[in-house]
């Protein structure tokens, strides 16, 4: 241990440190700054960017003793006497903060830079912010921030983050209410939060695949100084499952370990390295059992071998099959003069979310209470209940400030019922931390996948047959795994009209970290398929595959061959919006060989229709409380984990009532003070919550329109609620909001009003029949421009244009949030992403090998919002946070083949696969000049 | 539990050398630290001291030394191009150190770190329990190449970008060491073994890079990676011809150390190329496959002798 002094934004330390401890560890545990952020802890993702003498460094691989008498600039030091830096309000005005974890890095290496390069053009910014990863913007609205930080645009009022027009709020692009709170580190996600007396909790994780455990032997652990419990599988023997169907998961292994990293033990100790030391002395006999890593070895019997899980109907590891058929495929297929059928295989990814998973849990007079990065604090809550064997209502699961999730923090984890379980045995706060490598190995991610998809059509386009056989790799657990089943087939039947559609899907275990719901849940690698397969029809039927396209687009106002009710559909404009700007007439099969054009569709469902579990309660209830203050506090259990939840809600309320974003308080997500939201999964939210939250706002209306008009004598449709104000239509009533809110309380007393969500009964009436069901659905379409290098079969991605129908953008800023950060993950799987393992072994588990496109690999990207007026959502919205994801993959994929020829039917693109396929359409040319 | 650990930071490179000789073996050296500080997190750097060099300020200087430009081997990458004799001179360099790591990463990481960077492999470069679930590599005191099973031999792979920039215009290295100071051709401190790539001593400190001057090189540099930053090299080819036609051709990514094939303007090119392919022991042991990698090879070797031989 030495003593150094530091200087942090201004204010001098002396800190006792080991020698060894990292700038970032210090920042954040001895000086209890914790808006540097730990990403990574390997330079890999920016977020622990500081200044070091006015230098950036990346803290987490800054040796803290090189800091010695040096001076350090942090995100709390950014802005001065209460006001942002020019910078911070660019970010907040751009809407260049979503989940805001990538934030305080993205600022710190923005503010060296603006300071050294006054004249930067936009290709230096990329270039600049290449070493801090962000995986919710697509770095559009930052590269944006930061250039209008070097160049104050001449009109502020056109920026998009404007000042509501016409008096109106929703339809105006507003930057997130806590977008000022995340800009200077101030806002607390999991891992930030400081409770005292805490202990750390760590685990001692299965390096083994597929094996018996035959004995755990803690006694050495038990003995180090500091550990206060340690536990094994056997204290906490009931399962659970985010699907009630699949509860096949326990919080530690219980006599068999089936991926490796899965966690055998727990140690709650007074420190950090106390907890690891003694996972490292916990002694385990394993018997390893054969284990399964591909999807066909899991199909197919396995003889005399142990299966994964007991509780599989057969001699596999088949977790579910699914299969449904409409129409009649067989007369569709023979009767059809063009078909198209491929075999495709896509690797797994996962998330990558900026945010390791943390949690803090305590015990208290009122029951448990847990802190953790969660999507699904009431999914979280019943599972903690179910576990622990605690009564609901002695359960409270709040949610702080989530660095993304993107479905990766979606189903109630181990770690969570975990620290909850210690911290009522040793009744002290227990806190855990993931390390980016452990939040791989959790995974939860994209399925890998294999299928065989045919599509058939008429002589002139029209199809006339659909069919898919897919497998889809579980991993260990089943997760969302049977929703995932079925949305890789159901969601095959729109955008465009197939009445003979059938698929079948097999779910298997294999001995790997179970995949689960990630962005564009089942349907992405599906939807890549069916517009490859189209991309291929189009070119046997000498036609432009947007005008294929259109030709077979469901109409608005329709069902579909599965009975989804298909209400408001954009999918016409979206393609034609994309067509039109990238001048896919002038230039579609015209540009020289190495450079293409290529298209992709999709839809998505606008939350499910039904919740998980089967129950006839609201999806979602927005309570509305207000008092003397005439301050709105809205309460939802809505998670907002960087999409703009919270801002969405206050926007839809502050409409409704006719006042101003600052008369709302929004508190969100707390099990124990805000009414139940299912969560934030299947894009449902704005739809759902959002619906809530307007006729809560509704009934709240009504309230104070009654009680003024039990005052003054006046008729309630004379009463108008805007500008702050309730006037009557001749002016002769005018209150302000206030004086309203005195009327109404005077009249009934302080007020408390509700509203809910509940979807309308829907679909057929078969086995099946709810996957995929929503009250809504959304629409889009992608164009990209790729070239190819046909020497190195390399592929730069060099535009997308992208449109997408949201029903109606409540705030537009954050709806094109959602789709550049769509679109740059679909980028992202396209081009790079994998989850790689060997002999079930992760091999890949950081941001140096696991490629998120950076900011040099993302391309322009131009964005298009579609509305159609959705005629049950909220102002007419509906999703836009995944549907945006499906249709660019294959638009990628679609270009190669339009560059080079080459047709991909394996994700992500590899450039040898590319340069094979190049080689392999140049061998008949070849062997013609030899004759 | 805190740990004992132990830094230091000598002000001269003797004074490092004496601090080196106190710890005995058991100390590493850092300069950028943007290495040895992931290596260390990972379990695969466990020194009991870290001697910090970063306050030797007699390493940081750019000077010509007769017919040599010296580059300090504390320079920091992003600081090359702030040197106009390196910017006129040896541009090659400046192209090749823009495509190490992240422009973070740069503003940390030094010249001299750079060419000693440690050799990589997938199969190395995990954490402590991710390598004991495999099975410890030769790499990490085990008994077995996990990618190739081999037992003899470590294919770890040499990833430093600006090391092949540097020899393939003759660069050499000042070194200090206990024993005291001499200069090599960068291209001998390669053993070509992947566990101990290097045969420098322990104590040894690279004082500075020197560049042959009036040479007037023309160079070439290309990087086969799959993001357009903070990937390590997957192949780099550096090639340099100078005013004489002496041509140089140097690989990394592809073989525990740099592959250097010479020959001058008038030989056969097809020739290098078949010299560089066997030179490369380049094995499947990261995210891009052995086989494309050494198709790249020829890619990258040809477009560079199309640009300076045409």
Same mark, same amino acid.
């Given at each position: 241990?030495?003593?150094?002094?530091?200087?942090?934004?201004?204010?001098?330390?002396?800190?006792?440190?080991?020698?060894h401890?990292?700038?970032?560890?210090?920042?954040?545990?001895?000086?209890?700054?914790?808006?540097?952020?730990?990403?990574?802890?390997?330079?890999?993702?920016?977020?622990?960017?500081?200044?070091?003498?006015?230098?950036?460094?990346?803290?987490?691989?800054?040796?803290?003793?090189?800091?010695?008498?040096?001076?350090?600039?942090?995100?709390?030091?950014?802005?001065?006497?209460?006001?942002?830096?020019?910078?911070?309000?660019?970010?907040?005005?751009?809407?260049?903060?979503?989940?805001?974890?990538?934030?305080?890095?993205?600022?710190?290496?923005?503010?060296? !830079?603006?300071?050294?390069?006054?004249?930067?053009?936009?290709?230096?910014i990329?270039?600049?912010?290449?070493?801090?990863?962000?995986?919710?913007?697509?770095y559009?609205?930052?590269?944006?921030?930061v250039?209008?930080?070097?160049?104050?645009?001449?009109?502020p009022?056109?920026?998009?983050?404007?000042?509501?027009?016409?008096?109106?709020?929703?339809?105006?692009?507003?930057?997130?209410?806590?977008?000022?709170?995340?800009?200077?580190?101030?806002?607390?996600?999991?891992?930030?939060?400081?409770?005292?007396?805490?202990?750390?909790?760590?685990?001692?994780?299965?390096?083994?695949?597929?094996?018996?455990?035959?004995?755990?032997?803690?006694?050495?652990?038990?003995?180090?100084?500091?550990?206060?419990?340690?536990?094994?599988?056997?204290?906490?023997?009931?399962?659970?499952?985010?699907?009630?169907?699949?509860?096949?998961?326990?919080?530690?292994?219980?006599?068999?370990?089936r991926? /490796?990293?899965?966690?055998?033990?727990?140690?709650?100790?007074?420190?950090?390295?106390?907890?690891?030391?003694?996972?490292?002395?916990?002694?385990?006999?394993?018997?390893p059992?054969?284990?399964f890593?591909?999807?066909?070895?899991?199909?197919?019997?396995?003889?005399?071998?142990?299966?994964?899980?007991?509780?599989?109907?057969?001699?596999?590891?088949?977790?579910?099959?699914?299969?449904?058929?409409?129409?009649?495929?067989?007369?569709?297929?023979?009767?059809?003069a !063009?078909?198209?059928?491929?075999?495709?295989?896509?690797?797994?990814?996962?998330?990558?979310?900026?945010?390791?998973?943390?949690?803090?849990?305590?015990w208290?007079?009122?029951?448990?209470?847990?802190?953790?990065?969660?999507?699904?604090?009431?999914?979280?809550?019943?599972?903690?209940?179910?576990?622990?064997?605690?009564?609901?209502?002695?359960?409270?699961?709040?949610?702080?400030?989530?660095?993304?999730? !993107?479905?990766? =923090?979606?189903?109630?984890?181990?770690?969570?019922?975990i620290?909850?379980?210690?911290?009522?045995?040793?009744?002290?706060?227990?806190?855990?931390?993931?390390?980016?490598?452990?939040?791989?190995?959790?995974?939860h991610?994209?399925?890998?996948?294999?299928?065989?998809?045919?599509?058939?059509?008429?002589?002139?386009?029209?199809?006339?047959?659909?069919?898919?056989d897919?497998?889809?790799?579980?991993?260990?657990?089943?997760?969302?795994?049977?929703?995932?089943?079925?949305?890789?087939?159901?969601?095959?039947?729109?955008?465009?009209?197939?009445?003979?559609?059938?698929?079948?899907?097999?779910?298997?275990?294999?001995?790997?970290?179970?995949?689960?719901?990630m962005?564009?849940?089942?349907?992405?690698?599906?939807?890549?398929?069916?517009e490859?397969?189209?991309?291929?029809?189009?070119h046997?039927?000498?036609?432009?595959?947007?005008?294929?396209?259109? =030709?077979?687009?469901?109409p608005?106002?329709?069902?579909?061959?599965?009975?989804?009710?298909?209400?408001?559909?954009?999918?016409?404009?979206?393609?034609?919006?994309?067509?039109?700007?990238?001048?896919?007439?002038?230039?579609?099969?015209?540009?020289?060989?190495?450079?293409?054009?290529?298209?992709?569709?999709?839809?998505?469902?606008?939350?499910?229709?039904?919740?998980?579990?089967?129950?006839?309660?609201?999806?979602?209830?927005v309570?509305?409380?207000?008092?003397?203050?005439?301050?709105?506090?809205?309460?939802?259990?809505?998670?907002?984990?960087?999409?703009?939840?919270?801002?969405m809600?206050?926007?839809?309320?502050?409409?409704?009532?006719?006042?101003?974003?600052?008369?709302?308080?929004?508190?969100?997500?707390?099990?124990?003070?805000?009414p139940?939201?299912?969560?934030?999964?299947?894009?449902?939210?704005?739809?759902?919550?959002?619906?809530?939250? =307007?006729?809560?706002?509704?009934?709240?209306?009504?309230?104070?329109?009654?009680?003024?008009?039990?005052?003054?004598?006046?008729?309630?449709?004379?009463?108008?609620?805007?500008?702050?104000?309730?006037?009557?239509?001749?002016?002769?009533?005018?209150?302000?909001?206030?004086?309203?809110?005195?009327?109404?309380?005077?009249?009934?007393?302080? /007020?408390?009003?509700?509203?809910?969500?509940?979807?309308?009964?829907?679909?057929?009436?078969?086995?099946?029949?709810?996957?995929?069901?929503?009250?809504?659905?959304?629409?889009?379409?992608?164009?990209?421009?790729?070239?190819?290098?046909?020497?190195?079969?390399?592929?730069?991605?060099?535009?997308?244009?992208?449109?997408?129908?949201?029903?109606?953008?409540?705030?537009?800023?954050?709806?094109?949030?959602?789709?550049?950060?769509?679109?740059?993950?679909?980028?992202?799987?396209?081009?790079?992403?994998?989850?790689?393992?060997?002999?079930?072994?992760?091999?890949?588990?950081? !941001?140096?090998?696991?490629?998120?496109?950076?900011?040099?690999?993302?391309?322009?990207i131009?964005?298009?919002?579609?509305?159609?007026?959705?005629?049950?959502?909220?102002?007419?919205?509906?999703?836009?946070?995944?549907?945006?994801?499906?249709?660019?993959?294959?638009?990628?994929?679609?270009?190669?083949?339009?560059?080079?020829?080459?047709?991909?039917?394996?994700?992500?693109i590899?450039p040898?696969?590319?340069?094979?396929?190049?080689?392999?359409?140049?061998?008949?040319?070849?062997?013609?000049?030899?004759? | 539990?805190?740990?004992?650990?132990?830094?230091?930071?000598?002000?001269?490179?003797?004074?490092?050398?004496?601090?080196?000789?106190?710890?005995?073996?058991?100390?590493?050296?850092?300069?950028?630290?943007?290495?040895?500080?992931?290596n260390?997190?990972?379990?695969?750097?466990?020194?009991?001291?870290?001697?910090?060099?970063?306050?030797?300020?007699?390493?940081?200087?750019?000077?010509?030394?007769?017919?040599?430009?010296?580059?300090g081997?504390?320079?920091?990458?992003?600081?090359?191009?702030?040197?106009?004799?390196?910017?006129?001179?040896?541009?090659?360099?400046?192209?090749?150190?823009?495509?190490?790591?992240s422009?973070?990463?740069?503003k940390?990481?030094?010249?001299?770190?750079?060419?000693?960077?440690?050799?990589?492999?997938?199969?190395?470069?995990?954490?402590?329990?991710?390598?004991?679930?495999?099975?410890?590599?030769?790499?990490?005191?085990?008994?077995?190449?996990?990618?190739?099973?081999?037992?003899?031999?470590?294919?770890?792979?040499?990833?430093?970008?600006?090391?092949?920039?540097?020899?393939?215009?003759?660069?050499?290295?000042?070194?200090?060491?206990?024993?005291?100071?001499?200069?090599?051709?960068?291209?001998?401190?390669?053993?070509?073994d992947?566990?101990?790539?290097?045969?420098?001593?322990?104590?040894?400190v690279?004082?500075?890079?020197?560049?042959?001057?009036?040479?007037?090189?023309?160079?070439?540099?290309?990087?086969?990676?799959?993001?357009?930053?903070?990937?390590?090299?997957?192949?780099?080819?550096?090639?340099?011809?100078?005013?004489?036609?002496?041509?140089?051709?140097?690989?990394?990514?592809?073989?525990?150390?740099?592959?250097?094939?010479?020959?001058?303007?008038?030989?056969?090119?097809?020739?290098?190329?078949?010299?560089?392919?066997?030179?490369?022991?380049?094995?499947?042991?990261?995210?891009?496959?052995?086989?494309?990698?050494?198709?790249?090879?020829?890619?990258?070797?040809?477009?560079?002798?199309?640009?300076?031989?045409?």
């Amino acid at each position: 241990m030495r003593s150094i002094k530091i200087k942090v934004n201004g204010r001098q330390h002396e800190v006792l440190i080991d020698e060894h401890e990292t700038l970032a560890h210090v920042l954040r545990e001895k000086i209890e700054l914790t808006g540097t952020k730990i990403g990574c802890e390997q330079g890999s993702c920016g977020a622990c960017t500081v200044l070091l003498n006015d230098e950036p460094v990346l803290s987490c691989i800054t040796p803290a003793m090189r800091c010695d008498e040096l001076s350090v600039t942090t995100i709390e030091g950014v802005s001065e006497n209460g006001e942002l830096h020019l910078l911070q309000q660019k970010f907040v005005e751009k809407g260049a903060i979503q989940c805001g974890f990538c934030t305080p890095g993205m600022v710190m290496t923005s503010l060296d !830079f603006v300071r050294k390069n006054p004249h930067a053009t936009v290709d230096e910014i990329k270039e600049a912010l290449s070493g801090n990863l962000c995986r919710c913007t697509g770095y559009k609205k930052i590269i944006e921030a930061v250039a209008e930080t070097i160049r104050p645009q001449q009109h502020p009022a056109e920026a998009n983050g404007s000042k509501p027009h016409n008096g109106r709020i929703v339809g105006t692009g507003m930057p997130y209410i806590e977008a000022a709170k995340k800009v200077q580190g101030k806002a607390e996600y999991a891992d930030d939060i400081r409770l005292k007396n805490v202990l750390h909790c760590s685990f001692l994780r299965s390096p083994y695949p597929h094996a018996k455990i035959e004995q755990i032997d803690t006694s050495a652990a038990a003995k180090l100084e500091g550990v206060k419990y340690i536990l094994t599988g056997v204290e906490l023997p009931e399962k659970f499952g985010v699907l009630p169907i699949s509860q096949d998961e326990t919080a530690l292994a219980i006599d068999k370990v089936r991926y /490796i990293g899965e966690v055998v033990a727990a140690v709650a100790a007074e420190t950090e390295a106390i907890a690891k030391a003694a996972c490292n002395l916990i002694q385990v006999k394993y018997k390893p059992l054969k284990p399964f890593f591909e999807i066909d070895e899991s199909l197919n019997d396995i003889g005399t071998e142990e299966k994964i899980h007991e509780h599989v109907k057969f001699n596999n590891n088949v977790h579910k099959k699914a299969e449904l058929r409409f129409g009649n495929q067989e007369e569709g297929f023979q009767s059809a003069a !063009f078909k198209s059928k491929m075999n495709f295989e896509f690797e797994g990814i996962t998330h990558g979310f900026t945010e390791p998973h943390a949690a803090t849990a305590y015990w208290d007079e009122n029951g448990l209470t847990i802190i953790t990065a969660t999507q699904v604090p009431h999914y979280l809550h019943r599972a903690l209940s179910k576990v622990l064997k605690l009564p609901l209502s002695r359960v409270r699961v709040i949610k702080p400030y989530v660095g993304g999730g !993107f479905g990766g =923090k979606s189903d109630p984890f181990p770690h969570e019922i975990i620290v909850s379980y210690l911290a009522i045995k040793t009744g002290r706060p227990v806190k855990v931390r993931f390390s980016r490598e452990e939040v791989f190995i959790s995974n939860h991610g994209r399925h890998p996948t294999k299928m065989t998809m045919e599509i058939a059509s008429d002589e002139t386009g029209n199809f006339r047959a659909l069919d898919a056989d897919i497998a889809i790799d579980g991993g260990a657990y089943g997760s969302f795994g049977v929703v995932t089943t079925y949305y890789n087939g159901v969601l095959l039947q729109a955008p465009y009209k197939v009445e003979n559609f059938g698929f079948k899907t097999f779910r298997v275990y294999t001995n790997k970290p179970q995949c689960g719901a990630m962005r564009g849940h089942g349907a992405v690698n599906s939807r890549f398929a069916i517009e490859t397969l189209i991309d291929d029809l189009a070119h046997q039927l000498k036609m432009d595959p947007c005008e294929l396209r259109l =030709k077979n687009f469901m109409p608005s106002n329709t069902l579909t061959a599965g009975q989804y009710r298909i209400t408001s559909n954009g999918s016409r404009e979206s393609l034609l919006k994309v067509m039109e700007q990238s001048q896919w007439k002038e230039r579609y099969g015209k540009l020289p060989f190495g450079h293409g054009l290529g298209v992709g569709c999709g839809f998505f469902i606008s939350g499910s229709a039904l919740p998980i579990i089967r129950n006839e309660l609201p999806q979602s209830v927005v309570h509305l409380k207000v008092d003397f203050d005439g301050r709105v506090l809205v309460t939802s259990g809505a998670s907002d984990i960087g999409q703009g939840s919270d801002t969405m809600l206050a926007m839809i309320v502050a409409e409704v009532l006719g006042i101003s974003m600052d008369k709302i308080f929004v508190l969100a997500a707390d099990t124990l003070l805000t009414p139940v939201d299912l969560g934030s999964y299947s894009s449902r939210v704005t739809f759902m919550a959002g619906n809530a939250a =307007k006729m809560a706002a509704e009934n709240l209306k009504k309230e104070i329109i009654n009680s003024v008009v039990a005052r003054k004598e006046i008729s309630a449709d004379e009463l108008n609620l805007a500008d702050d104000c309730v006037f009557s239509n001749d002016r002769k009533i005018e209150l302000t909001w206030n004086e309203a809110i005195d009327f109404t309380i005077a009249h009934r007393g302080a /007020i408390n009003v509700s509203g809910k969500y509940i979807s309308p009964k829907l679909g057929g009436d078969f086995k099946g029949s709810g996957a995929g069901l929503s009250p809504s659905y959304s629409f889009g379409a992608v164009v990209t421009e790729v070239k190819v290098d046909p020497e190195t079969g390399a592929v730069k991605v060099l535009n997308i244009w992208g449109a997408h129908d949201c029903g109606k953008a409540i705030n537009p800023l954050a709806v094109e949030g959602q789709l550049e950060g769509s679109w740059h993950m679909g980028l992202g799987q396209a081009m790079s992403e994998q989850v790689k393992y060997f002999n079930g072994l992760l091999i890949n588990s950081n !941001f140096l090998d696991y490629k998120i496109p950076t900011s040099l690999d993302t391309p322009p990207i131009h964005t298009n919002i579609i509305e159609t007026a959705d005629p049950e959502g909220p102002f007419g919205a509906k999703e836009c946070g995944e549907g945006a994801i499906h249709p660019i993959i294959p638009a990628v994929a679609n270009a190669v083949f339009d560059a080079v020829g080459a047709r991909i039917t394996k994700l992500p693109i590899s450039p040898e696969d590319v340069l094979q396929k190049i080689k392999n359409l140049s061998l008949p040319n070849a062997a013609q000049v030899n004759v | 539990m805190s740990d004992n650990k132990k830094y230091l930071k000598p002000v001269s490179v003797h004074e490092a050398i004496t601090m080196s000789k106190v710890c005995g073996d058991d100390f590493r050296y850092i300069a950028g630290a943007t290495d040895v500080m992931v290596n260390r997190r990972q379990g695969n750097e466990e020194s009991f001291c870290l001697i910090d060099l970063c306050g030797i300020d007699e390493l940081k200087q750019v000077t010509v030394k007769e017919n040599y430009l010296s580059i300090g081997s504390l320079v920091r990458l992003d600081d090359l191009k702030k040197h106009a004799a390196i910017v006129k001179e040896f541009p090659v360099l400046i192209e090749a150190a823009e495509t190490v790591g992240s422009p973070l990463i740069r503003k940390s990481a030094t010249l001299g770190g750079n060419v000693l960077c440690e050799n990589r492999c997938i199969y190395y470069n995990q954490s402590e329990w991710w390598r004991d679930a495999v099975g410890y590599c030769l790499k990490c005191e085990g008994n077995i190449c996990i990618a190739t099973g081999s037992k003899k031999l470590c294919y770890s792979e040499f990833v430093s970008d600006t090391a092949p920039a540097l020899i393939s215009m003759d660069a050499e290295i000042e070194i200090a060491d206990h024993e005291g100071e001499r200069t090599l051709k960068l291209e001998d401190i390669y053993t070509g073994d992947g566990v101990c790539p290097r045969n420098l001593k322990k104590s040894a400190v690279i004082k500075s890079i020197l560049l042959p001057l009036q040479r007037e090189f023309h160079s070439s540099f290309h990087k086969l990676r799959q993001r357009q930053s903070l990937d390590f090299t997957s192949l780099t080819v550096a090639v340099s011809i100078d005013k004489n036609g002496k041509l140089k051709s140097v690989l990394g990514g592809v073989d525990p150390k740099p592959v250097v094939v010479e020959g001058n303007s008038d030989s056969n090119l097809e020739e290098i190329i078949k010299l560089a392919l066997k030179g490369s022991r380049a094995i499947d042991n990261e995210m891009f496959s052995r086989n494309y990698r050494r198709s790249m090879i020829s890619v990258f070797l040809k477009r560079s002798f199309e640009k300076l031989i045409g």
